[in-house]
């Protein structure tokens, strides 16, 4: 009889262990999956805003404008012409940059 009254309690906590690490892993993949969405969220939501800074070509000169002002607060010194075609196209087009921080990971790249 004890026997039996031990196997039971053996299974018992077994299966309880068993339902609350299926539990445990799928909140675990429920938060991983939500995060993935906020951070896609927050991806498209950059993509749709005007971006802070432009970064263009003015007067042959890379120039950071702020957006709305028409002039630029700050011209880089570099040689335009010592960058690829594909660079120069898109300083033609104007580089978005939408915070601070990309701004000045932009300026170190450049003046390095």
């Known amino acids: 009889m004890r026997r039996i009254f031990d196997k039971r309690i053996y299974f018992t906590i ?5 339902v609350s690490g299926f539990l445990v892993i799928c909140t675990l993949g ?3 999956r939500k995060e993935r969405i906020e951070s896609k969220l927050e991806a498209a939501a950059l993509e749709e805003a005007e971006p802070l ?3 263009r070509e003015h ?16 011209y ?10 594909f ?3 898109q300083l033609r087009e104007g580089i978005g940059l ?15």
Do not use: H, M
């Not at 077994?14 to 068993?18: G, I």
């Not at 880089?76 to 075609?85: A, M």
């Open 53 to 55: 800074y432009i970064v």
């Open 14 to 18: 077994l299966a309880a262990v068993t």
């Open 98 to 112: 939408y915070t601070d921080e990309e701004l000045w990971t932009y300026i170190q790249d450049v003046e390095g």
């Open 30 to 32: 429920q938060t991983v």
């Open 87 to 89: 660079d120069r196209e």
């Open 76 to 85: 880089l010194e570099f040689n335009i012409s010592l960058l690829p075609d």
């Open 59 to 74: 007067n042959g000169k890379i120039a950071i404008f702020c957006r709305g002002n028409p002039q630029p607060f700050r």
